[in-house]
């Protein structure tokens, strides 16, 4: 495993020295080139919680994955970067039900940074779809509008530690919208080998959108791209709020689709799927 061979996958040339605006790019640049999504679970394959089989499946193959592979191998390129880095717990928001997930539902970091204003700790995710694209700084009632959307983290009282929000670039401040929040997180420490139960619940649940469609997506400047099932989707973020255009995909334009659109070249079959996710069972 080498920190230099992972920054060129992602096709960082910048300055590594741990500082924030060091950080910043890093995570931005990971998220418009290593996918997100499930694609090797519809592929036959096992998911495993081992460094260097998340690194060969990532660097070396080129290849994408969901929170639990690529926030870990993040951490792991941060750390070897010099940056103080803590995995923490989140519960994701329930689409049915608006109710957040089990605990360990999903990965994520929060890494130290030091500065004039003293030693401070930044939220880093770069496996979650269309989250926040650089770090938001832990601060309670923190509002920032990025490229992408408007994120508001905020504590969560009983629920949760903190909830993080994402509304459209039209929104122009903040709402109780239950489907705005993403999800809910703790600052606990946690051990990568602590989330392999939910790994594997992810790779079997009817009620994981893993198991139930089969997706991949990947930032892009000014937007977002999708494959799902039969299905790619473009999404693009304006002022006036976020536009999607669908359009249909053929078993056999699939391969391509996912060659040319995501870098992604798939060595067992895929299976293309797309069903309704059931009502949460309760995790483990």
């Not at 931005?28 to 499946?57: D, N, T, W």
């Not at 994955?65 to 951490?75: H, I, K, M």
């Not at 994701?92 to 109710?99: C, L, P, Y």
Request: glycine content about 10%; hydrophobic content about 35%.
């Amino acid at each position: 495993m080498d920190a230099s061979e992972y920054l060129s996958r992602i096709g960082y040339r910048g300055a590594t020295e741990p500082s924030l605006d060091n950080l910043k790019a890093i995570h931005r640049q990971h998220l418009l080139a290593v996918p997100f999504g499930s694609l090797a679970i519809h592929c036959g394959e096992r998911i495993e919680l081992a460094l260097p089989a998340v690194y060969q499946k990532v660097v070396v193959q080129r290849r994408g994955g969901f929170c639990y592979e690529l926030n870990g191998l993040f951490s792991w390129l941060l750390q070897a970067l010099g940056y103080q880095v803590q995995l923490v717990s989140g519960r994701v928001r329930n689409a049915i039900t608006q109710q957040p997930g089990p605990p360990k539902d999903h990965l994520l970091l929060l890494v130290a940074t030091a500065g004039e204003g003293g030693h401070r700790r930044w939220l880093c995710d770069v496996g979650f779809g269309n989250a926040f694209r650089w770090p938001l700084p832990l601060e309670d009632g923190h509002l920032e509008r990025q490229e992408n959307g408007l994120f508001h983290l905020q504590l969560a009282g009983g629920e949760g530690d903190w909830r993080l929000r994402r509304y459209p670039l039209s929104c122009q401040g903040p709402t109780d919208e239950p489907s705005a929040t993403l999800y809910l997180f703790s600052t606990e420490p946690r051990a990568w080998c602590d989330f392999g139960a939910m790994c594997r619940y992810h790779q079997i649940s009817t009620s994981s959108i893993f198991v139930c469609k089969s997706f991949c997506s990947l930032h892009l400047p000014g937007g977002l791209v999708t494959y799902m099932g039969h299905r790619l989707i473009e999404t693009e973020f304006n002022a006036d709020g976020d536009r999607k255009a669908t359009r249909e995909l053929t078993d056999e334009e699939i391969p391509q689709v996912l060659k040319e659109r995501f870098g992604i070249v798939l060595t067992n079959r895929l299976i293309p799927k797309d069903e309704d996710i059931l009502p949460p069972e309760e995790g483990p």
